[in-house]
């Protein structure tokens, strides 16, 4: 069984300010791991994901997440806050030997304050 | 575009109508899910295609709600006898197998 927590269901940073939302998962196997981002009425955009190697992994719009096997985390970080980074974002997870469905976390509101 | 492409995007119903929602994969994508997202939840499994073989449903879709995908290509979810608690985002999306998912921009249904 797979499941995703996601720590912070609202998070608020400062323009410019560093970006750090969280995810933790629980998987029986290694698993795929994913953030994607939602805007207002609009469906879901992948920002990144881990499948294999590089642990550290980069995706648009300067975001990027580090697998952590031993913290069973995947973390999203942006350096630098922008107004238009302000949304919805979801964790998900996926059993590589399947991978029949997604399991998303309940997601993290982002606010971006000028 | 090539994206996945969902129809309708909003649907207004009265309680107890048939409603049907439609939705074009990207083309070369062999899998196919349907997702029910609520406000402030993430994204719920409803059920997964591959090809035009229904491999598997969540104990969430009750009976009123059945999903077809005919010669692995578009699919529909149709909800039988809405009730309010059917108000939601349903969402579409495809894969190639053991990648990540496209979602669509989902269809939005309001039961009244």
């Known amino acids: 069984a797979q499941s995703v927590t996601q720590l912070g269901s609202h998070v608020s940073v400062s323009e410019g300010a560093l970006v750090l939302l969280r995810c933790n998962y629980s998987?029986?196997?290694?698993?795929?791991l994913f953030w994607y981002v939602q805007y207002p009425n609009q469906g879901l955009q992948l920002l990144l994901k881990?499948?294999?190697?590089?642990?550290l992994v980069k995706g648009i719009n300067g975001f990027e997440a580090e697998f952590k096997k031993s913290e069973t985390s995947f973390h999203l970080t942006k350096p630098s806050a922008h107004m238009s980074d302000a949304a919805e974002y979801f964790c998900?997870?996926?059993?590589?030997?399947?991978?029949?469905?997604?399991?998303f976390g309940t997601g993290t509101s982002l606010t971006v304050i000028p | 575009d090539t994206g996945v492409s969902q129809n309708p995007r909003h649907k207004i119903t009265k309680r107890g109508q048939n409603v049907t929602f439609r939705c074009d994969p990207i083309?070369?994508?062999?899998?196919l899910y349907w997702y029910r997202q609520t406000l402030g939840q993430g994204p719920e499994f409803l059920t997964y295609?591959?090809?035009?073989?229904?491999?598997?449903k969540s104990r969430l879709l009750s009976d009123r709600f059945s999903a077809e995908r005919p010669k692995g290509s578009f699919s529909t979810l149709e909800i039988q006898r809405t009730e309010q608690g059917d108000s939601a985002m349903y969402l579409c999306?495809?894969?190639?197998?053991?990648?990540?998912?496209?979602f669509g921009q989902g269809t939005r249904l309001t039961v009244v």
């Open positions: 999306a495809s894969s190639l197998a053991n990648t990540e998912a496209f």
């Open positions: 998987s029986s196997v290694p698993p795929y």
């Open positions: 881990y499948t294999t190697g590089a642990t």
């Open positions: 998900a997870v996926s059993d590589p030997n399947t991978g029949n469905q997604f399991y």
């Open positions: 083309s070369e994508h062999n899998r």
């Open positions: 295609f591959q090809n035009e073989a229904q491999l598997e």
